[in-house]
Structure formats: structure tokens, C-alpha cells
């Protein structure tokens, strides 16, 4: 009954017409970025954060968490008619999205994508909803041994799962953690790493981090394409989109299966969407009777990953909200943004803040609904976006970038700050070192800090502490199994067996 | 041919990022060591950075490995539009105290639409005159953010 009063409550808040705006501003922001080529979710909450600070906090997380997942569903429209991802979540819509546009049903495919991103999202809310309390009465009996271990794995599963080289996405993971260490230390007043630069003691500021990493850079890159893709807008309209019954029969099964692998993923922190995309594709293809239809056009290959990526954006608030650790960078940022309105998410938010987490919650339900609305009946608007030419749009971006991070503290330094983290960030993202994890690295690392030291403190220096709290030596172990299964043993370990033989011959 | 030094160049910038690294976090350890280590029961502030320092010159030296055994092929963004850029928004920096929000954002917009190359004169001034009217609404008069119009 508790469950039912709070979510009343949490409706309650979400349906004020005040909140019900700021959804729909944050779920149009991010439908737009996503579906523009190359702008992220991450780049639109880092540029709408300033603008977040004269807002209720609950409002506030409203209308960024409806630009993360208003983002999902945006990205796949690219995908699907230019076969370029607008987010590297929908990267994998584009296999079988594109052909389908190839095949003349481009309408189609963005209405399967649609249904099932609304599917797999709603489903998931449920989720949220009735896993969170659980989980947040389970966390409050975690030492720091635990967080710290929690967090841990975290990392590592953000620089091992994703996609791309493992070593680099663990060596920005540590160089984020090592950025995260500028400023006072809280412990001892010490200012550390700053050069005696005045404007460093309170550290390098997220928000010129993250915009600098993922807008900056994003623009500086932006000029290496082959010149923007222009496309007859025109194209789609609303009577192509009706699928036809043995279509969306054929999209059931594959929705809810994506929605399961999306759920899980999204709860695990560290693993993000593009995971869950890829992990539901892969399954698609194995259950499968007939596997080589995949990257032709078929319908599974799109309704599983949407349906995957939009649960795990959900899911993705359940250890952000219930632990504090993020499940994903962008939720990392939300962290970010709650810290400076002076809540930090832990076990006891939900009980603290409970007209937060049960307002947030509700407003994903609206959200979902509005961006129904938004992506069927008015796909066409979406479409002609992708005409803006690059030369009015980046412009446009730099300024509000700049006005951004200039914003938070009215500090000319930050914007030189956000110019180098750019530079530094376009320059590693050209030899794919992966920025998602720096961010990540940079988040979780002095709450890892302050969570080793208290663990020491309260285990009296002996470092088995992070193994005799059984929770602690799980997580460690998962992460232990994480590092070891990226490491190249396996070739290593072959190679030595092959020059053992040589030197057995030899002799 | 081009390709193929193409191709190198980039390998020894790969190679060089990961000595870049390396070194930063051999750095990052010896200033953290100077910051005091402590005892396990009480360790002092500079340990954790200690860690991490050990750890990314561990990864860069991975990396290292890496960048010597495999080649690597490099999208590079031709760089006259790449310094326009980062002109634009130093200008934008110098001139936003001094000179206020307008003509800061006029000058950052003007040298961002050359780094795109041919400028469509007509429809670039409407974009400026856009944002300029755009953002002294949105941000002076809405979120009353602390810019000024023009003049410091």
C-alpha cells in the first residue's frame, strides 16, 4: 500500500503543469541531439546544467533525465535513414535499420523502433519503481569496504564491456581518477596538483570537463566527415509508417527479449546502453531460426536493441538513485548535477528525498508518453533536421557552450579549461582512447577516496578488510574476473606454450 | 605512398601519446609521494594519488606496447578549420568581460563560420543576428545570468 501511496504522490508532483514542461523541454532537447549525427546526450545535459541551477532539484533532474532517454530515441532516426548512428547507442540499429530504408521502408522501421523503445522504456520503469526501495534497504547496511569495491567494479566494467580497446578505456578510467585528485584534498586542506593556480583549488570543474570532452571535441572532429549527408525530407510520412500485422507479430517477442537483456544491463553499474544494445542484437542472432536475414532488414534487428537501449536508460537510475555509483557516464553528470543542488544519492535518498525519487520516477512514464507523441505524428520535423548544415549549427553549439561553462562560476578560466579538455579529448578520441570512462573515472574518484580511507580508518590499516566483508569480495572478485578476462592470457600464454616447443626441438 | 606515411605518422603519434601518459603519471607519483603517503590505518592525502600515478604509467606502458605492435589508421580534421575554432573561442573568452556578451558572441560566430569554409553571407548574418537577440533574451533577461549587453 506504502508502494502505491508513494507512487500517487510521485505522480502527484510529476503531472504539475510547471514539471510536465521542463519533461517535455528535456525530451525534445534530447529527440533533437539525438537524432543529429555526432551531438550526444552528454554533450545537451552538460550545456542545459547551468540552466538547471535556478530550477527545483526535482524539476531540474525531470528535464536531464528526459534528455538522456529522450536521446535514445532520437539516435536510432539517423541510424535507420543516413546509416550513421546519432548516438554510439544506435550504432547497431543501424545493421538491419538502414537496409530497411534501402528496401523502401524506412517508415516502418522508425515506427517498430518507436514501439519498442516505448515498450522496453515503461516496462523498465516498473522496474525502477519496485526494484529501487528494495535494493536502497539492502545498501544501507554497505561498509565504505563495500562502496568502495562497488565502485570499483564500476570502473572496470565501464573500461572492459564497452566497446573498443579495453587497456585504452582502462588507462582514461585512471587518468579520469587522477584528474578528479586536483584541488583540496577534504581530509587535510592540502591543495593538491594544482601548480598553485588559485582557480584549480576547488578542482577541475565537471562541467568544463564534460563539455569540453563531448561538445569541443565533437566539433573539432565534425570537420574530418565526408561533408554533411543531405537528405529529401519529405521522404517519410505518416501513412508509410503503419506496419503491417505479420510485422509488428514479428517485433513482440524480440521487444520483450530486449527489454530483459536491456534491464539487466542498465542495473549493473558501469555497463551502458550501447552495451545493451549490442548484447540484445547478439542474442537476436543466436535464438534465430533463420540467422542470415540479420543486416538485411530484419525486423528483430531493430526492435530488440530499441527496446534494449531504452530499458537500459531506465534501469541505469536504479544504482545511481539506491548506491550513488552510476550506471552510465550520463548518469554519472545527473550525480553531478544532484551534488550541486546538495544531495548526494546514497542508500538513503530514497528515503530522504522521497518526493524526488518518486516525482522523477512518475515523470518517466510522462516522458515516455510525450516522446510517443513527439516521434510518431512529427517524425517528419525530426527528419528535416538532419538538413541543418553544419556550418549554422556548430556555430551556434560554441556559443552556447561557452556560455555554459562561463555561466557556473563566471570564470573566463573554466572556458580555457573546457578549449584544453577539448583539444586534449579530440586529440585522444583520433587514437580511440574512449572518453566515456575518463568522465566516469572523474566522478567516482574522490568518493572512492573518501570511502578507501574510512574503510582503512575502520578496519585498522588492514587492507583485507575489502576481502572479509563478503559483499566487498564479490564485487572484487567480478571485477578481478573482468581485468583478467581482457588481459590477451589466452594469446600470451599460447605463444610462450609455442616457444617452449621450439626450444624443446632445439634442443 | 601518401597513404603509407600517412599511416606511420600516425603510429608515432600513437607511440608518443602513450610515452605523453606514461610520463604524466610517473609525474603524478612523485608529486604525490611529496604530498605524504601516511599509514594504512590513516592514509594521508597523498596516497590514493600515489595509486593512481603507479597505475596509469602501468596502462600507458600497455598502451605502449600496443601502439609499437599494431598500426593504427587516423581520421585527422584538416587543421586550418580545427585553429579556427579554437581561435574563435578564445575570442570569445577575451571579449566577454570587457567588451559583453553581443559583440563576443558576433566575433565567435564569424571566425566559427569561416572554419567551415565558404560563407553564405546573407544567411550567416540573419544566424548571427539570430543569436545574438537569442541569447540576450534567453540568458540576460530569462535566467538573468551575469553578462552584460555591451560594454564591461
Not at chain 1, 564497452?162 to 591543495?191: H, N, R
Not at chain 1, 510485422?247 to 542498465?266: C, D, H, K, N, Y
Not at chain 1, 534465430?288 to 530488440?304: H, L, Q, T, V, Y
Not at chain 1, 520516477?361 to 516522446?371: K, Y
Request: aromatic share 8%; proline share 6%; glycine share 10%.
Amino acid at each position: 500500500m506504502d508502494l502505491l501511496n508513494n507512487i500517487i504522490a510521485g505522480f502527484d508532483t510529476a503531472i504539475s503543469p510547471h514539471n510536465i514542461l521542463f519533461c517535455f523541454v528535456g525530451v525534445t532537447i534530447g529527440t533533437f541531439v539525438g537524432v543529429l549525427p555526432g551531438l550526444g546526450p552528454l554533450a545537451a545535459i552538460a550545456l542545459c546544467l547551468p540552466i538547471t541551477f535556478y530550477l527545483e532539484p526535482t524539476t531540474a533532474m525531470i528535464m536531464l533525465a528526459g534528455i538522456f532517454y529522450g536521446a535514445q530515441y532520437g539516435s536510432s532516426t539517423a541510424s535507420i535513414l543516413l546509416n550513421i548512428p546519432g548516438t554510439a547507442t544506435a550504432a547497431v540499429t543501424c545493421l538491419d535499420g538502414y537496409p530497411m530504408t534501402q528496401k523502401g521502408q524506412a517508415g516502418v522501421a522508425l515506427m517498430i523502433t518507436t514501439l519498442s523503445s516505448f515498450a522496453g522504456g515503461t516496462m523498465a520503469i516498473v522496474l525502477v519503481m519496485g526494484l529501487a526501495p528494495v535494493i536502497s534497504a539492502f545498501a544501507m547496511n554497505f561498509s565504505s569496504a563495500d562502496y568502495f569495491s562497488v565502485m570499483l567494479l564500476g570502473l572496470v566494467a565501464a573500461s572492459t564491456l564497452s566497446i573498443g580497446s579495453p587497456v585504452k578505456g582502462m588507462t582514461m578510467v585512471v587518468a579520469g581518477l587522477g584528474l578528479s585528485m586536483i584541488g583540496t584534498d577534504k581530509y587535510t586542506g592540502e591543495f593538491r596538483f594544482t601548480g598553485g593556480v588559485l582557480d584549480l583549488a576547488e578542482g577541475v570543474s565537471l562541467v568544463a570537463l564534460s563539455i569540453g570532452l563531448f561538445g569541443v571535441a565533437e566539433i573539432l572532429s565534425s570537420f574530418s566527415g565526408k561533408g554533411p549527408v543531405l537528405l529529401k525530407a519529405s521522404s517519410v510520412r505518416l501513412r508509410d509508417m503503419l506496419p503491417t500485422r505479420a510485422q509488428l507479430r514479428e517485433a513482440v517477442m524480440p521487444t520483450f527479449r530486449g527489454m530483459g537483456i536491456g534491464s539487466m544491463v542498465g542495473a549493473m553499474p558501469g555497463a551502458g546502453p550501447a552495451l545493451a544494445a549490442y548484447l540484445a542484437y547478439v542474442a537476436e542472432t543466436q535464438i534465430s531460426k533463420d540467422p542470415k536475414k540479420f543486416g538485411k532488414g530484419a525486423i528483430e534487428g531493430i526492435a530488440a536493441p530499441e527496446a534494449a537501449n531504452n530499458a537500459s536508460v531506465q534501469t541505469a537510475f536504479i544504482p545511481t538513485l539506491t548506491l550513488g555509483v552510476p550506471g552510465d557516464v550520463v548518469v554519472a553528470v545527473l550525480i553531478g548535477a544532484l551534488m550541486i543542488h546538495g544531495i548526494t544519492p546514497g542508500p538513503d535518498f530514497i528515503a530522504n528525498h522521497a518526493d524526488i525519487f518518486w516525482g522523477l520516477a512518475a515523470s518517466f512514464w510522462i516522458g515516455n508518453i510525450l516522446l510517443l507523441v513527439l516521434n510518431i505524428p512529427l517524425i517528419g520535423i525530426w527528419v528535416r533536421m538532419l538538413a541543418i548544415p553544419p556550418r549554422i549549427l556548430y556555430p551556434i553549439m560554441l556559443v552556447f557552450v561557452c556560455i555554459g561553462v562561463y555561466s557556473i562560476r563566471n570564470s573566463i578560466f573554466d572556458v580555457y579549461m573546457m578549449l584544453i579538455f577539448g583539444v586534449v579529448g579530440y586529440v585522444l578520441s583520433l587514437f580511440r582512447y574512449p572518453a566515456p570512462p575518463l568522465l566516469l573515472g572523474f566522478v567516482l574518484g574522490p568518493l572512492m577516496e573518501q570511502h578507501l580511507r574510512r574503510a582503512l580508518l575502520l578496519g585498522r590499516g588492514d587492507p583485507m578488510t575489502f576481502i572479509d566483508h563478503p559483499i566487498s569480495a564479490v564485487f572484487i572478485a567480478l571485477s578481478a574476473v573482468l581485468v583478467l578476462r581482457s588481459l590477451p592470457v589466452g594469446a600470451v600464454l599460447q605463444k610462450l606454450r609455442a616457444m617452449q616447443a621450439r626450444r624443446v626441438d632445439i634442443e | 605512398m601518401g597513404t603509407e606515411r600517412h599511416i606511420r605518422g600516425a603510429q608515432y603519434a600513437d607511440i608518443a601519446i602513450a610515452l605523453v601518459l606514461f610520463s604524466i603519471g610517473v609525474g603524478f607519483s612523485v608529486v604525490a609521494y611529496g604530498h605524504g603517503l601516511g599509514s594504512l590505518r590513516r592514509i594521508g592525502p597523498g596516497a590514493m594519488p600515489f595509486l593512481i600515478g603507479c597505475m596509469l604509467s602501468l596502462c600507458a606502458l600497455a598502451c605502449l606496447v600496443n601502439a609499437v605492435r599494431k598500426k593504427i589508421e587516423v581520421e585527422v580534421s584538416p587543421p586550418l578549420p580545427v585553429a579556427l575554432i579554437i581561435v574563435a573561442v578564445i575570442a570569445w573568452a577575451l571579449l566577454v568581460e570587457p567588451f559583453g556578451l553581443v559583440p563576443a558572441t558576433i566575433v565567435l560566430m564569424l571566425i566559427g563560420t569561416f572554419a567551415y569554409g565558404k560563407v553564405h553571407w546573407m544567411s550567416t548574418l540573419i544566424v548571427i543576428a539570430a543569436m545574438c537577440v537569442g541569447c540576450v533574451a534567453l540568458f540576460i533577461y530569462g535566467f538573468r545570468l551575469p553578462f552584460t549587453i555591451f560594454g564591461g
